[in-house]
């Protein structure tokens, strides 16, 4: 911990801190920030890389904060800031009075794939074909890691990962699994390839109830953009579609809530047939 306290929003450590706001300067500084104790502790916990807590002066942190950076006495910075510089980095209407940054984490989905199988013979992952509202996307992210998701693949044209609505959304679930993005329809063919089955959301006419699908083996789930549902490309590489039934008046179910219903009943099917 320094004993330098940053004052002004033009100090250039906050400067570019704040470029990290925006998707550009996340893409450019491969760094993005998160925001309040809790996610603060849970980046510093899960292992993630973390450069640089800021937190305000006039506030005591957070005592599970301070425990987590006891872990990690030399390689985080840690400075005290003013309430403005606070904000200046803040997204939210009430600064949370803390804040870190912390570097991107890239990993190679085969090569990741492949330990998988060598360690357990069945995998459940969720497609994510360009889901575009932060929130939907962050509760997605919480769901999976609570129903033990292996691994989430996030399509290109998808909200970022690291917009900072989808980090407070995830709830530190961001931090706890493998989430890869890029492209849906190369990652399904190779998926395909490995001996994988693609499941698609859709109410087409042969589709089956989700009470009714087979998760078992190598799954992958996909859900499809909250306006237009999964894309033509990927509805090529179906190997069954499913959907849930809509009792009521709804035309559709949110996709975060879909998402969640799929996932628990792969696990229940799962854990009923000890796969």
């Given amino acids: 911990m320094t004993n330098e306290i940053i004052t002004s929003i033009q100090n250039p450590l906050v400067k570019r801190l704040h470029q990290l706001l925006s998707r550009k300067g996340r893409e450019e500084q491969q760094r993005f920030l998160v925001e309040g104790a809790h996610l603060v502790e849970e980046a510093l916990k899960s292992g993630a890389e973390v450069v640089t807590v800021i937190y305000d002066q006039q506030r005591d942190m957070d005592p599970a904060c301070q425990r987590a950076l006891a872990n990690h006495p030399d390689a985080v910075q840690v400075i005290a800031a003013s309430e ?28 990741w794939v492949d330990k998988k199988r ?7 992952l969720l497609f994510l074909d360009e889901i575009q509202d932060p929130g939907n996307l962050g509760t997605i992210l919480r769901t999976a890691e609570a129903a033990a998701v292996d691994g989430v693949v996030l399509g290109s044209g998808s909200v970022d990962i690291y917009n900072g609505k989808v980090v407070r959304a995830t709830m530190g679930a961001l931090f706890r699994i493998p989430v890869f993005t890029q492209s849906l329809v190369e990652t399904a063919d190779e998926w395909k390839a490995k001996g994988g089955r693609v499941l698609i959301s859709s109410l087409e006419q042969n589709s089956v109830s989700y009470d009714e699908a087979d998760y078992a083996g190598l799954t992958a789930m996909v859900i499809g953009n909250e306006g237009r549902g999964v894309s033509k490309e990927m509805f090529a590489r179906a190997d069954q579609f499913v959907h849930i039934p809509l009792y009521g008046g709804a035309e559709s179910l949110n996709a975060a809530v879909a998402a969640g219903i799929f996932v628990y009943e792969a696990q229940r099917k799962r854990k009923d047939r000890h796969v």
């Fill in 118 to 124: 060598q360690e357990q013979h069945s995998l459940l």
């Fill in 84 to 111: 403005a510089v606070l904000a200046k980095l803040s997204e939210t209407k009430s600064p949370q009075g803390i804040v870190a940054e912390v570097k991107k984490t890239a990993a190679d989905w085969a090569e």
